[in-house]
């Protein structure tokens, strides 16, 4: 199974500072089309997952474009370039490559 | 607008079994595969498995092989997960969640439905 690992788990944030998360693969999730199969979900509290980034680097209908992702193979990263208040919530990526699997998800606080 | 809606709170005893639904719309049924999703309190996600509703094959993560069945309903839009005999371990919150396909993104997501499992 291709583990996902992401850090830092708990991240503080300032409101107007950037803000960053790295995810990190056990195996490379780059396809033969040349595409990377890791997005990523923010799960605000209460509320169900929702999709922010799709192939690494695709931001989802309806996402800010303060967020955004890159990386490929092995090594990805999320960035806020500046955090708002209602950001604050558990960030996951996710890979689609082998099966699916979950990292552990950081927590962002103000 | 692809919308996914899925069933109320279970609370069961030890050794029952439970079926919860996810009802999806707004695209074509057996065009996109539907995973689930396991969230024990307090946790993180967890796959857990997916059903290709065009002709129900499924796909399950080792954890819960065996334990569940996914399966699908063409003429209600309806996908279910079925758990054969319920232990403590599967008290959590379950999200039902379609994939686009092709770029094989996880959205829109359900609600999520409860499952709590008490003596």
């Known amino acids: 199974d291709i583990v996902m690992t992401q850090s830092p788990l708990s991240l503080p944030v300032t409101p107007g500072e950037p803000a960053s998360i790295t995810c990190r693969s056990s195996q490379s999730l780059l396809h033969s089309n040349g595409y990377n199969y890791l997005d990523w979900y923010v799960q605000k509290p209460g509320q169900s997952p929702k999709l922010l980034i799709y192939l690494a680097s695709d931001r989802a209908s309806g996402v800010p474009d303060r967020f955004s992702g890159s990386g490929s193979g092995t090594n990805f990263t999320l960035k806020i370039s500046r955090v708002e208040a209602e950001d604050v919530g558990i960030y996951y990526c996710?890979?689609?490559?082998?099966?699916?699997?979950f990292g552990q998800g950081t927590k962002v606080e103000v | 607008e692809v919308q996914v809606v899925q069933s109320g709170t279970e609370v069961k005893k030890p050794g029952s079994t439970v079926q919860i639904s996810c009802k999806v719309s707004?695209?074509?049924?057996?065009?996109?595969?539907v995973h689930w999703v396991y969230q024990a309190p307090g946790k993180g996600l967890e796959w857990m498995g997916l059903i290709d509703p065009a002709d129900g094959a499924t796909m399950y993560t080792a954890r819960f092989q065996g334990r569940v069945t996914i399966s699908a309903d063409t003429s209600k839009e309806t996908i279910y997960l079925e758990f054969n005999s319920v232990t403590s371990e599967d008290t959590a919150v379950y999200y039902c969640?379609?994939?686009?396909?092709?770029?094989?993104?996880?959205?829109?997501w359900g609600q999520g439905t409860l499952v709590t499992v008490s003596s």
């Open positions: 996710m890979q689609a490559l082998q099966m699916w699997t």
């Open positions: 707004g695209y074509i049924f057996t065009e996109y595969f």
């Open positions: 969640v379609p994939e686009v396909p092709y770029d094989l993104r996880l959205d829109p």
